[in-house]
């Protein structure tokens, strides 16, 4: 402990004397924000250019940190919050917003973001989902996309199938297609495939506020999911384990009639489906409710950065204008601003369509420190038991009704 | 075999090993102390401040805890069927590779090459393989008659083990190898004639030479290979994610979800510590039946 | 004769290099097939066409050998530290007979025994607090020593095997015990010393936990290099597996060198088996 503490004196004695040392105007300052891009050959160099051309005296330091299924890329902000290492600003998603809250790792953003012209671009709907549980904002949308319901219209057309609006068309069309070797519905029982289980149990009735998942509706609603699979085999053998490669592959390779996903795959798949592929808003429960995933991104500020202002300006810049429209084609997914939406080109437009009529359907999951817990372990586990036919479903609904609300 | 001896009370051994005790001191054993600290308490990592000493309770909840007693079985289950198949085809390979042939130079070098390969890769590569849809495995087995369809070897209770523990065994076997054949070059080759020279063949040179002279390797390695694949999460956390349900959950993949995903670091360390007892037991069982020697 | 050991020997180290070598080779098979041949059905074994799309891309427009060269440095500081640790203490377990000898040995164990995904935050914040983060040295000390128990119990077990009678031989004729060390008992514990290097250096060139955590910029290992092809809903295939083949070549190279010291220690030449 002793040598611990000597060792401490001596590197705040260093810092202390480091401003004596060089005049603070003339060094500016350095940001540091952490990233991470799918692609691995993008970066962000341009946008760093064009930002400290227009800033003189802030410097941005991009670090890329891998994603790791979300797991790497969290732990690492997580442990650097902890070890009082933060960054100044990085990407995070809505999952991480409770967590970091209750670390009180981040600075809040309302005195800059009322202020700021560009504040206009981004619709109101958006800010509303990015608004912090203690009603602050600490969150600045950069990025989105909207889950939707990927189909195989050669295989629908032969069949002389309507496209799913509701649950009942869904059933029907998934068991038409399948057959052989096709199923029609290639589910996502791996982590990340809460998105799909989301769509039919939320939309067939079911909530997270307390006791919303064990209501009859709710129960059934995930018993009708459950039985897709167990009774009328419309999901592969494989979709216990299925993450988001194998659910993309299977349709790559004319196994599957539909999958939900969106945008970022798009191109992917026209490049080996061509027409054959196209998207629809997820099918409608009973009563006309429909639940999608909004996949977000944003940047925040961290309360441990001594140069927040500066971290603004260029989070501001990276959601604005021109900006937006670059950092969405490093990204892959879709533009916050309205008029970027507007003049997007990245992907097919027949999936741009598909994405903005799904937007009356998105929705979030709970701010809740447990959300995170839950969709990377609890559901999986519990689902992939379900499907196994290990729990009965009405069990799998009580377990999580128990890991949100006790 | 060889007897140490020497004068007691010498300062020479403490000398050789201060500076190996000085490093495992400072990097480890501060993180280990602080670990076992933490399993002490109420400890969520985003709840810095909520840090309540609760004496055993994580210990108990443990004890009661279904998924702790069937992360168990598993680990038991992982570590013997994994730890015999590496040896047995590692010590094979080993006893190969110490004959003389042409290429015998090459044969080793490349034998290496699955133990060479990062876990993120072995992971990705055998969980591709082994695909339901695309899977050169599945593809392979349908085509020679062995299978009538194709079998979801990952999204399967009664198959994901042995899968993970294919990868495994593919991944450690030349470990064994490597290791179990520089301990071959410790035993004198007149041991050998002589042995020949008695009339011996080669079941019995096996027997009454290679084995005793290769005792102390054989366990030692077999040992810290236990304590490793004990340990190990990275290839099941890529192949499976302890799953499907909790089929492939171990002691260390279940600590690791408990403190990562969960944020539950107290009782993450509590299974840690609770793994460590166990083999911590396990080796002090081997020291006492192997006396001082080993 | 030849047919005995070609059939009882070269054919079972040719299966056994099969099982070993099969998954590599499908690897290699599929960096050099065009992505979209991947999810084609029915499956082709053999690429119906080649490129080298994907091993140009890694190499030219990303930074994935600057990372090799970042793994090699911290790998081959890993073995050289972890030798220099690991050799005396060896000897000084094989030697010698003290009080302690025993607990010592199996506490040096317990590192191993416990799950090193916990001990990494408390490490990364030491490590943050004496300003190492991201450096060479913090890998090199982290890699070195937590492989440095399995290092001493392997050593000890070579030098056990060993006699002690050659040490005492030695001395007897006039040499201290240092000289007894080097000049006697080194040379026969090369092999084993090999085999612990090669496991130096493959627990750290694989090593990705502390590559992840306490590095990652200045530093960037080929673990954490790879992980960056993982996207969130974009896998590189093409790139994961071009640098599949990659990776696994340096261990394989510098084994092809190093084995030539694998051979019957005290007259040299084959062993038979």
């Known amino acids: 402990m002793p040598r611990d503490i000597s060792r401490r004196a001596v590197i705040a004695g260093a810092l202390a004397a480091a401003p004596l040392a060089a005049p ?27 930002f400290e051309q227009a800033n003189p005296g802030i410097r941005i330091q991009a670090e890329r940190i891998p994603w790791g299924g979300g797991a790497d890329y969290d732990n690492r902000l997580y442990a650097s919050v902890v070890a009082n290492n933060a960054p100044d600003a990085a990407m995070v998603k809505l999952q991480n917003l409770t967590r970091l809250l209750e670390m009180d790792a981040l600075a809040p953003l309302d005195r800059w973001v009322d202020a700021w012209p560009g504040r206009t671009d981004i619709a109101d709907a958006m800010w509303a989902l990015h608004r912090s549980p203690d009603g602050k904002r600490h969150y600045v949308p950069v990025q989105y996309v909207v889950l939707y319901l990927y189909c195989r219209q050669d295989w629908f057309t032969q069949a002389n199938l309507p496209l799913p609006a509701n649950f009942d068309q869904f059933l029907a069309a998934a068991k038409a297609l399948t057959g052989g070797e096709r199923w029609g519905f290639g589910m996502r029982g791996g982590a990340g495939g809460h998105d799909h289980w989301a769509s039919f149990a939320l939309g067939g009735g079911a909530s997270f506020e ?55 795959s798009a191109t992917e798949l026209v490049g080996a489906l061509g027409d054959a ?35 603004w300006r260029w989070i501001s810049f990276l959601s604005a204008g021109e900006a937006n429209v670059v950092f969405n084609q490093l990204s892959g997914q879709l533009p916050v601003t309205a008029s970027g939406q507007r003049a997007w080109t990245g992907h097919p437009e027949r999936f741009i369509r598909a994405s903005s009529e799904s937007v009356p359907l998105m929705a ?6 447990k959300t995170t817990d839950w969709t990377r372990t609890v559901w999986p586990q519990t689902t992939q038991r379900a499907l196994l036919g290990q729990t009965e479903p009405d069990e799998m609904m009580r377990v999580f009704e128990r890991h949100f609300h006790g | 075999m060889s007897q140490a001896r020497l004068r007691p009370g010498s300062a020479t051994p ?126 392979l087995l349908l085509r020679s008659g062995i299978l009538s369809e194709s079998v979801a070897w990952l999204a399967r209770p009664d198959t994901a083990m042995p899968a993970v523990i294919l990868a495994l065994v ?58 490793w694949v004990a340990n190990s999460l990275d290839v099941i956390l890529v192949m499976t994610g302890g799953g499907p349900g909790t089929a492939t959950h171990t002691l260390p993949l279940y600590a690791f979800l408990k403190a990562w995903s969960g944020l539950d670091f107290g009782y993450g360390s509590a299974l840690a510590v609770v793994l460590t007892l166990l083999l911590l037991g396990v080796v002090i069982a081997y020291a006492l039946r192997a006396g001082e020697r080993a | 004769m030849r ?56 190499l030219q427009r990303t930074t994935f050998l600057q990372h090799m060269l970042d793994s090699l440095v911290v790998a081959v500081g890993a073995v050289t530290a972890g030798l220099l640790l ?11 007979r003290f009080r302690g000898r025993s607990t010592l040995r199996i506490s040096f164990l317990i590192v191993n025994m416990f799950p090193v995904v916990l001990l990494v935050l408390p490490l990364f914040v030491l490590l943050r607090q004496m300003g190492l983060l991201d450096t060479y040295f913090a890998l090199i000390a982290g890699h070195a020593t937590f492989t440095l128990p399995f290092a001493v119990w392997l050593l000890t077990s070579y030098t056990d095997s060993i006699p002690v009678e050659l040490d005492e031989a030695a001395m007897v004729d006039g040499a201290t015990r240092v000289q007894a060390l080097r000049l006697v008992v080194l040379p026969l514990m090369l092999p084993g010393i090999v085999a612990v290097a090669l496991y130096l250096f493959i627990a750290s060139w694989n090593e990705y936990l502390f590559a992840l955590m306490l590095a990652g910029r200045d530093v960037r290992t080929v673990t954490v290099a790879l992980q960056m092809f993982i996207g969130e809903n974009e896998m590189r295939w093409g790139l994961l597996t071009a640098g599949g083949t990659l990776v696994a070549l340096p261990a394989v190279v510098l084994f092809l060198f190093a084995q030539k010291r694998l051979v019957g220690g005290l007259t040299g030449g084959a062993v038979k088996g």
């Open chain 1, 24 to 50: 603070r105007a003339q060094r500016g300052t350095m940001i540091r924000w952490w990233y991470h891009f799918d692609n691995p050959t993008a970066t962000p160099d341009a946008l760093v250019q064009r």
């Open chain 1, 210 to 264: 307390k006791g919303g998942l064990v209501t009859p509706q709710a129960l059934a609603a995930n018993r009708w999911f459950v039985g897709l699979g167990r009774e009328h085999r419309v999901f592969p053998p494989s979709a216990p384990a299925d993450g988001f490669r194998q659910v993309i592959d299977n349709m790559k390779a004319g196994r599957t009639a539909m999958t939900i996903h969106h945008v970022g």
């Open chain 1, 277 to 311: 592929i196209i998207a629809v808003p997820v099918p409608r429960g009973p009563g006309g409710r429909g639940w999608t995933a909004f996949g977000d991104g944003s940047n925040a500020v961290f309360a441990q950065g001594r140069n927040q202002e500066a971290a």
């Open chain 1, 364 to 369: 979030t999951y709970p701010q809740s420190p």
């Open chain 2, 14 to 139: 403490w000398l050789l090993l201060a500076p190996a005790l000085a490093a495992v001191s400072f990097i480890v054993l501060l993180p280990v102390a602080q670990t076992v600290w933490l399993s002490l308490h109420r400890a969520i990592l985003t709840r810095p401040r909520d840090r309540p000493f609760i004496g055993l309770d994580n210990y108990a909840a443990l004890l009661a805890d279904p998924l702790f007693w069937e992360s168990l079985r598993h680990s038991l289950v992982w570590v013997v069927a994994t730890v015999a198949l590496q040896f047995a085809l590692g010590f094979t390979a080993a006893l190969l590779l110490n004959r003389s042939f042409w290429w015998r130079s090459a044969a080793r070098a490349l034998i290496v090459v699955p133990w060479a390969l990062p876990s993120v890769i072995i992971g990705l590569t055998w969980s591709w393989m082994l695909d339901f849809n695309l899977g050169v495995a599945n593809e």
């Open chain 2, 170 to 227: 593919w991944q450690g076997f030349p470990f064994f190898a490597v290791t179990l054949l520089a301990g071959l070059q410790a035993i004198p080759a007149e041991q050998y004639e002589a042995a020949t020279v008695d009339g011996a063949g080669s079941w019995r040179c096996f027997i009454h030479v290679t084995l005793p002279g290769l005792a102390g390797v054989i366990a030692t390695t077999l040992l810290l290979r236990m304590i």
């Open chain 3, 3 to 58: 047919l005995r050991r070609f059939l009882g020997t070269e054919v079972p180290v040719l299966l056994i290099l099969a099982f070993a070598l099969a998954p590599w080779l499908w690897m290699i098979l599929s960096s050099v097939r065009p992505e979209r041949d991947w999810t084609t059905r029915p499956l082709a074994i053999m690429p119906a066409t080649l490129t080298l799309s994907h091993h140009i891309e890694l």
């Open chain 3, 86 to 96: 690991a050799l005396p203490a060896a000897y000084a377990f094989s030697r010698f």
